[in-house]
């Protein structure tokens, strides 16, 4: 069973990067899925930020696309996002997921981090 | 990337069916067989109830159900109950320069 364990600081400064990190266990990161991570402003619905295939490739929400970094770290069996240039509309729940390569459906979920953008 | 549809809210009584829409288009949801249902309880992460339009994962309750017809996705919950209760979006695979298109979301209220 695939466990997600998100790491990072939950207030950013506005103009500044928010980098927040997920730990994998149960299940070796290089031997499958989609590893990425989706948002959620306070009050509002679900917004996909990208998702890095076990491969290799990386797919980014094009309205999000110049700003968003996802990373694999298989050595330490985690993967971590980047987000530059912070503004408060990127103020949200930040959940790391695992999606199913085949049915392209997200099975895991890690628990969530409210990250705040403010000075 | 513009968001599937969804109603903003579903009500119903104990017991009986509800079903909520996912529109799309002949991007995302009109041309693959892979779309998604979570059930989000307030301040808990999404739970896969639905995916490849309608088969259901292990331990999810044979009350939840999904079908597609053209551009639109549809999540059925017959024998409505309390714990019911929760905030559904739906998710397709749009090809892979979109990836992901997400529905905004259908509160549900028992």
């Known amino acids: 069973q695939v466990q997600l364990q998100q790491s990072g600081p939950g207030l950013v400064i506005p103009s500044e990067t928010l980098s927040l990190t997920c730990s994998v266990s149960?299940?070796?990161?290089?031997?499958?899925?989609?590893w990425g991570w989706i948002r959620q402003p306070p009050g509002k619905g679900l917004e996909w930020i990208g998702n890095?295939?076990?491969?290799?490739?990386?797919y980014y929400n094009p309205s999000l696309k110049s700003r968003v970094t996802i990373s694999v770290d298989t050595s330490k069996n985690q993967f971590s996002l980047k987000l530059t240039s912070v503004t408060a509309a990127d103020s949200a729940v930040y959940y790391c997921?695992?999606?199913?390569?085949?049915?392209?459906?997200?099975?895991?979920w890690g628990p969530g981090t409210l990250v705040t953008i403010s000075s | 990337q513009s968001a599937l549809a969804q109603p903003a809210s579903v009500s119903g009584s104990p017991g009986q069916s509800i079903t909520i829409s996912c529109t799309g288009t002949s991007s995302d949801v009109g041309t693959y067989d892979l779309v998604s249902w979570y059930q989000q309880h307030p301040g808990k992460a999404p739970k896969l109830m639905i995916f490849e339009n309608s088969k259901r994962p292990s331990g999810i309750s044979n009350r939840f159900s999904g079908s597609k017809s053209g551009s639109t996705a549809s999540l059925t919950i017959s024998g409505l109950r309390a714990e019911d209760e929760a905030d559904y979006y739906c998710i397709s695979y749009a090809g892979s320069t979109t990836f992901f298109v997400l529905g905004s979301g259908t509160k549900v209220t028992v």
């Open positions: 890095h295939h076990y491969i290799g490739d990386t």
């Open positions: 149960g299940y070796p990161i290089s031997d499958g899925y989609f």
């Open positions: 997921a695992s999606t199913d390569t085949a049915m392209v459906a997200v099975v895991f």
